[in-house]
């Protein structure tokens, strides 16, 4: 099977009936991108750039931050390289920096929260990211959004860093500005999101943890991480409609991105990107190629209107099997 997956290497994600997709991978780091380019992976759907904060024993610099983005955004040339903003918090921490001892680390201060409120920190980085853009086709993306209001302030000083960047003679790419849907209330107001971003990328590890209000790593309720409950179809389908209904674009970085269950149904939702760990992407391709997106329309209807993670399951095993 890796033999005939290898074939597909070169080749463009396209279903049976020629629609096409982007398969991409997530990365931490610019050493990641050798099992990027090994699996012809169209795109980076995900830079994590948490590591580069975690790896180092201080606040990474501006320099620092350019040329490990720089370099990430050459490799791959004019395919879309997608940067998230840290999300350091939550389970993420950094040895140099205490933050805030919380009771409830996952509902409290990080990513976007602590970028919006440290605002130096946030503005190097921006700046690292708009001189990288350059090199390349480089897109940016905030973590964990949960209103409007945050991501007009974030925009606000990413218009200042760029505006004051370009004033000074910098040149700077072409960036699209996007948001991760990870959160439910991101995710419910999405229509009113889609007419401000450039693209969205939905974060199913987090969204399906806050909508279920259970933690995987949590062996007393891990069942009821449910990737394919319909609850949380819904909304990623409503994500989706959202989006396209805006002429916008819309990804996946979490874990159901790469997943053979759901694949088929968010082929069927007409995703745009599947965004994965590299060693995935060309299965994934080979997935795609054997399915019928008017099929999977049919299918992601019938998840839709389902009752429970298991029907799921079921139903896409019968189509695809
Ligand atoms: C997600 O939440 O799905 C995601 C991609 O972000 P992370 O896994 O880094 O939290
Ligand atoms: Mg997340």
């Given at each position: 099977?890796?033999?005939?997956?290898?074939?597909?290497?070169?080749?463009?994600?396209?279903?049976?009936?020629?629609?096409?997709?982007?398969?991409?991978?997530?990365?931490?780091?610019p050493?990641?991108?050798?099992?990027?380019?090994?699996?012809g992976?169209?795109?980076?759907?995900?830079?994590?750039?948490?590591?580069?904060?975690?790896?180092?024993?201080?606040?990474?610099?501006?320099?620092?931050?350019?040329?490990?983005?720089?370099?990430?955004?050459?490799?791959?040339?004019?395919?879309?390289?997608?940067?998230?903003?840290?999300?350091?918090?939550?389970?993420?921490?950094?040895?140099?920096?205490?933050?805030?001892?919380?009771?409830?680390?996952?509902?409290?201060?990080?990513?976007?929260?602590?970028?919006?409120?440290?605002?130096?920190?946030?503005?190097?980085?921006?700046?690292a990211?708009?001189?990288?853009?350059?090199?390349?086709?480089?897109?940016?993306?905030?973590?964990?959004?949960?209103?409007?209001?945050?991501?007009?302030?974030?925009?606000?000083?990413?218009?200042?860093?760029?505006?004051?960047?370009?004033?000074?003679?910098?040149?700077?790419?072409?960036?699209?500005?996007?948001?991760?849907?990870?959160?439910?209330?991101?995710?419910?107001?999405?229509?009113?999101?889609?007419?401000?971003?450039?693209?969205?990328?939905?974060?199913?590890?987090?969204?399906?943890?806050?909508?279920m209000?259970?933690?995987?790593?949590?062996d007393?309720?891990?069942?009821?991480?449910?990737p394919?409950n319909?609850?949380?179809?819904?909304?990623?389908?409503?994500?989706?409609a959202?989006?396209h209904?805006?002429?916008?674009?819309?990804?996946?970085?979490?874990?159901?991105?790469?997943?053979?269950?759901?694949?088929?149904?968010?082929?069927?939702?007409?995703?745009?990107?599947?965004?994965?760990?590299?060693?995935?992407?060309?299965?994934?391709?080979?997935?795609?190629?054997?399915?019928?997106?008017?099929?999977?329309?049919?299918?992601?209807?019938?998840?839709?209107?389902?009752?429970?993670?298991?029907?799921?399951?079921?139903?896409?095993?019968?189509?695809?099997?």
């Open positions: 099977q890796r033999a005939e997956w290898a074939k597909l290497k070169d080749e463009q994600s396209v279903s049976a009936d020629g629609k096409e997709f982007v398969v991409g991978a997530n990365i931490g780091s050493k990641d991108m050798a099992a990027v380019l090994d699996n992976s169209e795109g980076i759907g995900l830079y994590r750039t948490e590591f580069l904060y975690m790896e180092s024993d201080h606040l990474p610099t501006e320099d620092e931050q350019f040329e490990a983005y720089k370099a990430v955004v050459e490799k791959m040339g004019d395919k879309p390289v997608t940067v998230r903003t840290m999300d350091i918090g939550g389970d993420k921490h950094l040895s140099y920096w205490q933050l805030p001892e919380e009771e409830n680390p996952f509902l409290g201060y990080r990513a976007i929260r602590i970028s919006l409120d440290q605002t130096e920190i946030f503005r190097t980085q921006l700046r990211l708009l001189r990288a853009s350059a090199f390349g086709n480089l897109w940016i993306m905030f973590p964990m959004i949960a209103t409007l209001g945050e991501f007009r302030a974030a925009k606000k000083i990413y218009v200042e860093e760029r505006t004051k960047l370009e004033e000074s003679g910098v040149k700077v790419g072409d960036i699209k500005l996007g948001i991760m849907i990870e959160i439910p209330a991101a995710a419910m107001l999405a229509d009113k999101f889609a007419k401000e971003v450039d693209f969205f990328s939905i974060g199913t590890n987090d969204l399906i943890g806050y909508t209000a259970a933690d995987r790593g949590n007393r309720v891990a069942y009821l991480y449910q394919y319909p609850s949380i179809l819904r909304l990623i389908n409503n994500v989706i959202a989006a209904n805006e002429g916008k674009f819309v990804a996946m970085c979490g874990e159901m991105a790469g997943d053979p269950i759901a694949v088929p149904v968010l082929m069927g939702m007409g995703l745009d990107e599947f965004s994965m760990s590299a060693p995935s992407v060309l299965q994934t391709r080979s997935l795609m190629k054997k399915l019928d997106t008017t099929k999977m329309a049919e299918l992601a209807k019938q998840a839709l209107d389902a009752e429970t993670n298991d029907e799921v399951i079921a139903l896409v095993k019968e189509v695809t099997q």
